[in-house]
């Protein structure tokens, strides 16, 4: 159990410094500081020696160089239980509490218009080496990081009479060690470049992951699961990471989940788009002149599943989007912002969640990761938005110039159903959607099934090859004039056979749109 006689404090934070740091002078311990937390602390009326006077040093480079000094750590490091330890450093040489925040390389990194100068600047070395100090000897020494620790440790204190209880310095050490940890891999990450783009020809050697919890969800996937939200510490916030709610209930995993799906599909259009997402799946997708026809055709894709799920769309809500919204239960709206009188609207439906987030101009790229079992796997972003132009002609009929461009939506619609995919459409907007299926013409048959009348005049597009034909002649028979498909199927010359065979138009991509 620490006996607190003396403590170093360090902080570039001063949040709630002084009150904690007057609990310690009002229970006799001796402050000393470096720098500007010694000019704060005095400042306020406190009693204070600095770094220098107590090592007997000066500070140098501009303050670079100030805690680093063996007659500091070894104040900090020495063990209180090896009398050869205490002896050499003396009772006046002892440090029993470090208080330390480090730089704010993270907030820094954040910002846009940072330079590389300004991120090493921000780099802190002496405090991250007194952090470490003193967690190591965390049986002698108690290490306070976090502001939001001084409330704890200062009722600690009063109840100990100046001694901390072993069980509250080691959280403390290991509090210390996580952020010390978290802070290298913040910096590792940035220099390394992982929150670039990505796109080189090699996968980084090492990928450093640095996050800080964003908020606590309601539950994971399932009410037993707990659940949280993360972001990273050293991107520029983006995406989900702006997001703003502004009214329902709290939000869930699966709500994230699902604002991603439609965000990220939302993202590849560039007219008033409207998704509909479902258990992170794609039940609706339209793109139109406005915002409330856009809504309109992807909700008749599929209304059954549509109820419960979210509305993702590109534009802001307007009253009139608002009183169609409202017609039917959703449990979340996401936006790039709500107007007033849509707000107004929707508040009357106090459970619904709505969401507003800053619509980024494109795709920032990166290098996605996603857990598995006992590891991570890695890949770069599927960039890829458009139907490719040089798309080969396979069958004698090439699209028309309506059907190649109607092609290219539902290429894109496609990308952003669940392999194996199968997508319908007319008008840009989804008519039917067959995704998550085990097989190809399983896909094909719920498609179908979904669009019934709707295939007739209609296109579709698959996210990877037709195996067989008999995909193709389940769309043929619906009414499906032309496809759009990946080819590279051993029996491309028999699927192509059977689109000839029913007048359809086929477009091989050379490119596939797998989404699992």
Known sequence: MPTIKRAL?????????????????SLGVELVASGGTAEFLAGEGLTVRTVEEFAGIREQLDGRVKTLHPKIHAGILARRDDPAHVKAVGAQGLIDL????????????REPSHSMAD????????????????????GGVAVVCRPDQYAAVGEALRQGRGSLPDTLTRELAAAAFALTSAYDTAIAGYLAGSDGAAGAAEPPERVHLSLRRQQVLRYGENPHQPGAWYVPDTRSVWGLGTLTQLQGKELSYNNLLDGDAALRCLLDLTDPACAIVKHASLCGLAAAADLGAAYSQAYACDPESAFGGIVGVNRPVDRALAEQLAETFLEVILAPAVEPAAQARLGKKPNLRVLTVDWPARHPGGWELRQVLGGWLGQGPDTATVLPADARVATKRAPSAAERTELGFAWLAAKHARSNAVVITRGR????????????VGAVRAAVTLAGDRAR??????????????????????????????????????????????????????????RH
């Open 9 to 25: 404090l360090s902080c570039s934070d001063k949040t709630g410094l002084q009150a904690f740091a007057k609990t310690l002078a």
């Open 98 to 109: 470090v208080v330390v925040n480090v730089y704010p390389f993270e907030a820094v990194v």
């Open 119 to 138: 991120a090493l600047e921000q780099i802190d070395i002496g405090g991250v080496a007194l952090l470490r100090a003193a967690a190591k000897n965390h």
């Open 429 to 440: 907007a989804t008519v039917g959607i067959g995704q998550g299926q085990p097989s190809r």
């Open 457 to 514: 005049g209609a296109v579709a597009a698959s996210d990877g090859f037709f195996p067989f034909p008999d995909g193709l002649d389940a769309l043929a028979k619906a009414g499906v004039t032309a496809v759009a498909q990946p080819g590279g199927s051993r029996r491309d010359a028999e699927v192509i056979a059977a689109a000839d065979a029913a007048g359809m138009a086929m477009l091989l991509t050379e490119q596939r749109h797998f």
